[in-house]
């Protein structure tokens, strides 16, 4: 990966950042992710900071957030939608007994078509769960403006021409040397340009 002849030139110049990973807790991360859709992330922190606050150890234990009234879930600064959603992945988590479940069990596919599954979860979301919360190594979520916009200028495609399916198919082209390591080459998007996340 480090020797991609587009992307090692910039590991002299870029600092990828790590991000948390919270022990591998996907339930977490989903309910952290879901709190920062469509936010910017100074926001959001402060939202699921306050969402947090809601629970006895700071922890939104699925049981006691089913129990909780939606009311008190918004006070947080949750949307109605949001609130919902969280719900959901709790309800999800009871009802198909994943509290302690071994996501090493499980290839990135079989991740992604359950947890898509819950109403309010997409595949953007997921695939940021399998890349930050489970480190798996070959994730491309061509879903993400910052990584797709990035992809599209390193390899100057013709974005004017290639549209929808044609350009992720030719994104997917480009980047195929890229394999097995995605993921990381996706976190190299992210810092690139100076791009504010």
């Known amino acids: 990966m480090l020797q991609e ?3 090692a030139p910039l590991l002299d110049e870029l600092t990828v950042p790590e991000r948390p990973d919270f022990g591998g807790d996907v339930y977490f991360g989903l ?14 922190g402060t939202i699921f900071g306050r969402f947090l606050q809601l629970f006895p150890d700071e922890y939104p234990h699925p049981e006691q957030l089913l129990a909780m009234d939606d009311d008190l879930v918004r006070s ?12 959901n992945v709790a309800q ?3 009802d198909h007994r994943l509290l302690n479940v071994n996501w090493d069990d499980y290839a990135d596919e079989q991740i992604l ?5 819950i109403k309010g979860v997409g595949q953007w979301t997921v695939e940021m ?8 190594p070959d994730l491309l979520p061509l879903d993400d403006l910052i990584v797709k916009r990035n992809i599209i200028k390193l390899f100057d495609v013709d974005a004017e021409r290639l549209r929808g399916k044609k350009l992720n198919a030719e994104l997917l082209r480009v980047t195929e040397p890229w394999r097995p390591y995605r993921s990381y080459a996706s976190r190299v998007m992210w810092a690139l340009y100076n791009t504010e996340i």
């Open 113 to 117: 078509d359950m947890l898509t599954s």
């Open 129 to 136: 769960v399998l890349m930050f919360i489970l480190k798996r």
């Open 76 to 87: 947080a600064g949750m949307s109605r939608s949001k609130t919902a959603y969280v719900k």
């Open 92 to 94: 999800y988590w009871i």
């Open 31 to 44: 309910q952290r992710s879901i709190a920062y859709q469509q936010l910017s992330g100074k926001a959001a």
């Open 5 to 7: 002849p587009r992307i």
